[in-house]
């Protein structure tokens, strides 16, 4: 089952914040995040594992409810940088079964 | 590190055409992965290999795809015949075992 995300999109200025959420109907080991840049490759930012560790991009934070099988990234003082789709990654089989989300594409304006 | 490498990058082709499509993935990396995305149905994994072997291949959309992995360092997926439904970007993804998946610069399929 695909992880569904929220929103579809969202527009901000620069230096506003965001929040994606992603919410799954399976239980979950651990969740990963990704940005695709328009015409690239999707590129790793973070994952979030079982038990609370997380590892990951600086400037980006999330966080990983195990009993709600959910996740949420935080981004903070948008930059322009930042712009892109976000996919989140479930993890929820013994093996490195990763099934992506909807996406959510962000843009960030001056 | 090079990281992962695919080809060709543009493929444009007629319906009932073979296409075949390769990845290099990351030296050392020992699972490696099949995406496809389309607008529709975004990224959907279709097979993957661990040491080579062929894991979970229950994405692959039917008996038309195919996929090898005769060695580390190389990989396929080949649609025979292809069909206009096909055309997507299709991309491949190594891991070292971490999580992170480092995904090639894909490769666009446009069948006619």
């Known amino acids: 089952q695909q992880p569904v995300q929220s929103p579809q999109a969202v527009i901000l200025r620069e230096g506003e914040d965001a929040v994606i959420n992603c919410s799954s109907s399976?239980?979950?080991?651990?969740v990963h995040w990704y940005r695709q840049k328009h015409g690239e490759a999707p590129v790793f930012l973070m994952i979030?594992?079982?038990?609370?560790e997380q590892k990951g991009h600086e400037k980006i934070s999330a966080s990983f409810n195990e009993k709600k099988q959910q996740s949420s990234l935080y981004l903070t003082a948008s930059q322009l940088s930042y712009s892109g789709t976000y996919f989140c990654?479930?993890?929820?089989?013994?093996?490195?079964?990763?099934?992506f989300g909807t996406g959510t594409k962000l843009q960030v304006i001056p | 590190d090079a990281g992962v490498i695919q080809s060709p990058r543009h493929e444009v082709t007629e319906m009932g055409q073979e296409v075949t499509l390769r990845c290099k993935p990351i030296?050392?990396?020992?699972?490696l992965f099949w995406y496809r995305q389309t607008m529709m149905r975004g990224l959907e994994l279709l097979i993957y290999?661990?040491?080579?072997?062929?894991?979970?291949d229950s994405g692959m959309p039917e008996d038309r795809f195919s996929a090898k992995m005769p060695n580390a360092s190389f990989s396929t997926l080949k649609i025979q015949p292809s069909e206009p439904r096909d055309s997507a970007v299709y991309f491949c993804?190594?891991?070292?075992?971490?999580?992170?998946?480092?995904f090639g610069e894909g490769s666009r399929l446009t069948v006619l």
């Open positions: 993804a190594s891991s070292s075992g971490t999580g992170e998946l480092f």
């Open positions: 399976k239980a979950l080991y651990s």
């Open positions: 979030l594992l079982k038990g609370g």
């Open positions: 990654g479930t993890l929820s089989g013994g093996y490195q079964k990763v099934t």
């Open positions: 030296s050392g990396h020992n699972s």
């Open positions: 290999f661990n040491n080579n072997v062929p894991i979970d």
